[in-house]
């Protein structure tokens, strides 16, 4: 301590200002280690990296065709001897490689779907709750109208009159997903536009685009994103619904929802048919329910006691 | 003495709600600041003191336009701030600012010390170099007496004392001309709570800056205001020197906030307790009483005060009160009964 007797009283001060920059920790990091201590979330996280990349890569290393229809072993059972390691269907074709090609799909529209709904609900969302009165009612009842018509009859129409197409199915799902997610963005919005760091930014003269943009909208994107990893099953599960009454992809194309239809049919026969993009379609579901969980623990550690 | 800076007349803000059902809609109004009028001299500090609820922090967001007033006008250097359009006003902000209550939540979670504090600056000076923006933000975070090299961290890594800094230095980053702190200190512990203040204080003088002080603690504002102005339920009471308002209160209100200053000393305390006598609550806002707006709790009521409103005026110091009886009420803060004010 004595020498520090002779150091001026600022020093430390002046020390402190030469040292390079502390890196801060935003709560997306902290959130983010969170997350990793949640095995679940990391398993399932893992499993689905693995899935995607099996269904990205799998069709290609496969020695079959997804369309291709092998005569010699129609209706086999799994074996490593016909080199069909799922069987086949009753026309001969490789169930694994269909299992995968159909999960291209199903995850894809999970995807994309999600996407979109994630893109107009958020900015809807957050529009019709920031700017609140007359503004948000007209926004919020035209979502309750656009909620009310019956989803299937909404598919039907749009497959009558425009023939069916895959992007039929985004825009089919995308069109309802959003609905639910405008209504969690606006409740958000709502408890965050009374805030005082927003109000703080009224006061600096920041622009209601700019208050939206960077106050309101990264402090809700934690809730968003809990919603978004529960709402791709979701998507995946209404495009297998669609596909199971027809509605959905066309063939040769297939969706785990389209497989799980065909192997319906051939139960009793060929159970393999059903078991196995079953299967695939359920480790999906289970990995991104756990997932979702995770991230909500991990986003919101008060919730979790 | 020059012309005031700020001059606020007649300013009244009321919060309509509404009850019953559809059918049966009621409305009720309240009035969170009811006339307020006051001055305010360039590099002057006016303290706001009052109980909660008394409307301190609408008067404070009023003058802002943050919220609307009804009536009345915001005088700022000749223009009414309430006539103006919303990108002349928010041309104003550079010149009036706001520290708020809250250290923690005034922060936006998810940007660092450097993007809250320099903010403003990107907003009024879309154009300006980063590097000058950078420096500007470690100058300001110098300042207030942050270190630079802190510039990246997150408000919830920062204690409440220096996120209160933070809110201060993102306040004076545009140079402003006056600075509304709305309880700046309230939610911060008593040894921080004197750095924050003196830090105000270091900061008025060195930058010329007109404050607004608002607490609802008196022995706060005694170190900080020029003049204290003390509300009641949306009006003001008093409007006095410092040094007169602590020797004799104008007002039987500001009186028995003095002395409601918890006193350090037990035996003192003791002895002062027999005559604290602010009892019972702030009538409801929604239903004020008739006449004089404190006659609900005051010792010194006559038939007049329940009737009669009585105005604000002016006293031969020079001073302002709202009381029928000024004139005759000896209120005066003696010794002896000393009060947690020093």
Not at chain 1, 28 to 33: F, I, K, L, P
């Amino acid at each position: 301590m004595n020498s520090s007797a002779d150091i001026p009283a600022e020093d430390p001060f002046a020390a402190a200002m030469a040292e390079e920059d502390v890196r801060g920790r935003s709560l997306w990091v902290d959130a983010w280690h969170r997350l990793l201590k949640n095995r679940a979330a990391v398993i399932s996280g893992v499993i689905m990296a693995v899935m995607i990349l099996l269904v990205l890569v799998g069709p290609l290393l496969s020695p079959w065709e997804g369309d291709f229809t092998d005569w010699d072993n129609t209706s086999s059972p799994p074996s490593l001897e016909t080199g069909h390691w799922f069987g086949t269907d009753s026309v001969g074709r490789d169930i694994l490689v269909r299992t995968l090609e159909g999960g291209r799909i199903s995850l894809l529209v999970g995807l994309v779907a999600t996407l979109v709904s994630l893109a107009i609900g958020v900015t809807y969302g957050a529009i019709a709750g920031y700017y609140g009165g007359f503004t948000d009612r007209i926004m919020m009842r035209m979502v309750d109208i656009i909620y009310a018509l019956p989803f299937m009859f909404f598919v039907i129409l749009l497959m009558v009159v425009f023939g069916r197409h895959i992007v039929l199915i985004f825009v089919a799902i995308g069109a309802v997903n959003w609905l639910d997610m405008a209504r969690i963005v606006r409740g958000q919005t709502l408890g965050l536009k009374n805030t005082e760091f927003v109000e703080a930014a009224r006061a600096c003269g920041v622009d209601h685009n700019a208050i939206i943009r960077r106050h309101i909208i990264p402090n809700l994107l934690g809730v968003v994103m809990v919603y978004v990893t529960l709402t791709i099953p979701q998507v995946i599960l209404v495009e297998s619904f669609l596909s199971f009454l027809g509605l959905g992809v066309q063939e040769p194309m297939s969706s785990w929802g389209a497989l799980v239809n065909d192997g319906a049919q051939d139960m009793e026969s060929a159970p393999w048919t059903l078991i196995f993009p079953a299967a695939f379609l359920t480790v999906t579901l289970y990995c991104f329910n756990y997932i979702g969980d995770g991230m909500r623990d991990a986003l919101d550690p008060k919730d979790r006691l | 003495m020059t012309a005031p800076v700020l001059r606020v007349q007649d300013l009244v803000v009321n919060f309509t709600s509404f009850t019953g059902g559809i059918l049966q809609r009621k409305e009720r109004v309240l009035r969170a600041v009811n006339g307020i009028s006051f001055d305010l001299n360039a590099g002057e500090t006016l303290g706001i003191v009052g109980e909660t609820g008394s409307g301190k922090s609408t008067l404070a967001r009023a003058i802002l336009g943050l919220i609307k007033a009804n009536r009345g006008r915001v005088m700022w250097e000749g223009e009414d701030l309430t006539l103006l359009g919303e990108e002349e006003l928010r041309q104003k902000r550079k010149e009036i600012q706001i520290v708020f209550q809250d250290p923690v939540a005034s922060l936006n979670p998810r940007m660092t010390a450097g993007d809250i504090i320099s903010e403003p600056l990107w907003t009024f000076y879309p154009h300006m170099a980063p590097l000058q923006v950078e420096e500007r933000t470690r100058g300001m975070m110098k300042v207030v007496g942050l270190l630079p090299n802190q510039i990246n961290r997150y408000p919830h890594e920062f204690s409440g004392g220096q996120c209160q800094r933070i809110g201060i230095a993102r306040s004076l980053v545009l140079n402003p001309r006056l600075v509304i702190c709305d309880e700046p200190v309230s939610a911060l512990d008593v040894s921080i709570q004197a750095q924050i203040i003196n830090l105000l204080k270091d900061l008025q003088q060195k930058l010329g800056l007109a404050l607004i002080f608002i607490a609802h603690d008196l022995s706060l504002v005694k170190h900080i205001s020029n003049r204290i102005m003390v509300m009641y339920m949306g009006s003001a009471m008093e409007l006095s020197q410092r040094e007169a308002l602590y020797r004799r209160p104008l007002h039987p209100y500001t009186h028995a906030l003095i002395k409601s200053v918890p006193i350090p000393d037990p035996k003192l305390a003791a002895r002062a307790r027999q005559d604290s006598w602010l009892a019972g609550d702030m009538p409801s806002p929604y239903d004020p009483p008739k006449g004089c707006i404190f006659n609900t709790r005051c010792p010194y009521k006559v038939s007049r005060c329940q009737t009669d409103v009585p105005a604000l005026r002016r006293m031969e110091q020079g001073d302002w009160v709202a009381c029928h009886q000024a004139e005759d009420l000896d209120l005066s803060i003696h010794l002896d009964s000393a009060s947690g004010i020093n």
